[in-house]
Structures are given as structure tokens and as C-alpha cells.
């Protein structure tokens, strides 16, 4: 055999066992899912070689972001770092995921990953409603709906601050079917005036709604869109809201566990009829609550900081 046909794949194997090597020793990048729809929660999960602990200064450490927001990794052992993010409804076919590794042995680096993203294709809804339901607000109005709005956005400011309360899987409020999707366009009396930004769930006046996981009430308010409405922050920059309803049964600054009754269905606020709405948000990002059942949420165990929470 000619010599330098020899040498070539020589230095073809060295370099394949070399690049194997790397590759083991290369800290690796997973979303679940595989491959997020717009509009929805996503859990990343990052391995170190060599295991390590967040805990530990000398141990591994992950930081990171996602659509502006950043994440909150948990250690869940063998080097596996856990942290949940929100994919925006109007992201584009991919979207940029950066990170800060340390790895136990004291090295650092930022991998830089591009998460694919799946189009939604959302329904739009037309509706025939009375004129009220369309008019503009007057000036009035629209001081009462900006000061309703900033209160909803300071529970959003302040979750990232909160420790996480929440563990395992959660629970859906109430037993209802969907009766209107998150992301459904809504036209009324031809017109598409917005889009639908959480979960309609079927239930009677009185039915009960129930925590889906620990968390501390950030907000109860009676608003002009929302109704009556309690805001849950489970910490860490996750955030379920509960609108529309005919009794809040809690009080801000309460800590609520899984499947306590938190208030009871109803047809309060700018509704046709009774039903729950739900939503959830990471910090501000509104997303289908509906995709925390995609997560594997038992991977992050229980909350391992002070639950106590001060408002």
C-alpha cells in the first residue's frame, strides 16, 4: 500500500479516536421537548462531565438565559443541571440559548446552542358579541386598565426573586374540558381584536379551583378584563394565574400547597359565560399551561433553598 495512503488513515483514526475523546468529555445540551412549539414551556437540561454539585463552589455551576429571561438551573445529580424556560408565541424557527458552565474540576466555558422551533398553527375564533364588548375604553377605563396591568406585571418582576416552591408534576385546576385553546386568534364581529393568552376550562359557577402546585399567592384582584383573579407565583420565574372567578377562598402572601382549594369558578370580568381561564407565565412570558405536562418535572426533586417568601 502506498505510504502516504498509510499516513492518511493513520491520521483519519487518530483523529476520530481524539475527536470521540472530546466529545466525551464535552459537556452536552437537551431540551425536552425535542422540539418546542411557540407559545410553551421547555425544560433544558445540561451535563458536566465529572458530575458535581450548584451547591458547592468547588463543585459545577450552571447560569444561562432564554428569550431574554433568565434560568434557574437545579442540580439533579451525576452532573445533570435542570432549569424550565418559555419558547415566546411569536419566536422564530429557532431560538438562541446561552450558558455559563464551570465544571468541577474549575474550568469554564459557554456553549451556545440554537433551540428548533415548531410553528403553532393557532385557530381563530369569531365571535358575534354586543357592541360593549368592542367599544373602546374611555379615559377612565384606561387609567383603571393600565393600573390593573402594572400589578400584574410587578408579581412577573419579582418571581426570578422567589425560591421554588413547586415539586413533581402539577395538577390542573379544575376537572373541566378545554373549551378554548391558548393562542386562538379572536375576531369580534369581524374583527380580530386579540389573541387568546391562556386556557378556557368548562366548569359551573361554584365549581372549585385547585392549586396545581405550592406556591405563594403573589395577587388577588377584581379587574375589568379578568374578573375577579388570583396570581400564584410558584417561584423561579413560574407564575399561574386564575381568572374570571365568583370567590377568591385566599388572601396575598399565603402559601398554598397542591390541590388546595384556592376559589371557585365563575363569569366575573369581560365574559359571556362562566369558565375558568388559566394562564402561565415564565416572568413575562405567557405560555399554554397545558405544556408543563410535557416537562419531566420529577428530574428537579424537591426544593432544596428556604421556601419562606416575604411580600
Known amino acids: 500500500m502506498n505510504r502516504s495512503i498509510i499516513a492518511l488513515a493513520l491520521a483519519t483514526t487518530l483523529f476520530a479516536a ?64 435542570h432549569a424550565i424556560g418559555a419558547i415566546p408565541i411569536r419566536a422564530a424557527k429557532t431560538i438562541p440559548l446561552s450558558l ?11 456553549p451556545f446552542r440554537r433551540i428548533p422551533v415548531t410553528s403553532a398553527d393557532f385557530a381563530v375564533e369569531r365571535l358575534r358579541v354586543a357592541p360593549r364588548y368592542t367599544a373602546a ?50 375576531e369580534f364581529n369581524g374583527e ?24 405563594v399567592v403573589a395577587l388577588t384582584d377584581d379587574t375589568y378584563y379578568g374578573g375577579q383573579l388570583i396570581y400564584l407565583d410558584h417561584g423561579r420565574g413560574l407564575v399561574t394565574g386564575y381568572l374570571h372567578l365568583s370567590e ?22 369581560r365574559v359571556t359565560g362562566p369558565h375558568l381561564h388559566w394562564l402561565a407565565r415564565y416572568a413575562s412570558i405567557t405560555v399554554d399551561p397545558l405544556s408543563l405536562f410535557a416537562l419531566d418535572l420529577a428530574a428537579f426533586g424537591r426544593p432544596t433553598t428556604s421556601t419562606s417568601v416575604t411580600r
Open 18 to 81: 481524539s475527536a470521540g475523546a472530546q466529545s466525551s468529555d464535552a459537556t452536552s445540551v437537551e431540551w425536552i421537548p425535542a422540539q418546542p412549539v411557540q407559545g410553551s414551556f421547555v425544560q433544558l437540561v445540561v451535563r458536566l462531565p465529572g458530575g458535581g454539585s450548584d451547591r458547592n463552589a468547588s463543585g459545577g455551576r450552571v447560569a444561562g438565559s432564554l428569550a431574554g429571561q433568565p434560568l434557574h438551573f437545579v442540580h439533579a445529580g451525576d452532573g445533570a443541571y
Open 248 to 269: 377568591i377562598l385566599v388572601a396575598q402572601g399565603d402559601t398554598v400547597t397542591q390541590g388546595q382549594l384556592i376559589g371557585k369558578v365563575g363569569a366575573s370580568g
Open 100 to 110: 455559563e458552565v464551570r465544571r468541577p474540576d474549575g474550568t469554564t466555558e459557554d
Open 137 to 186: 375604553p374611555d379615559s377612565a377605563l384606561r387609567v383603571r386598565i393600565a393600573a390593573e396591568r402594572e400589578r400584574s406585571r410587578t408579581v412577573t418582576r419579582r418571581t426570578h426573586g422567589t425560591p421554588r416552591m413547586w415539586s413533581g408534576t402539577f395538577i390542573r385546576p379544575v376537572d373541566g374540558v378545554v373549551t378554548s385553546p391558548y393562542g386562538k386568534g379572536r
Open 192 to 215: 380580530v381584536q386579540s389573541r387568546h393568552y391562556g386556557v378556557d376550562l368548562d366548569g359551573d359557577t361554584g365549581t372549585p379551583v385547585y392549586a396545581p402546585n405550592r406556591a
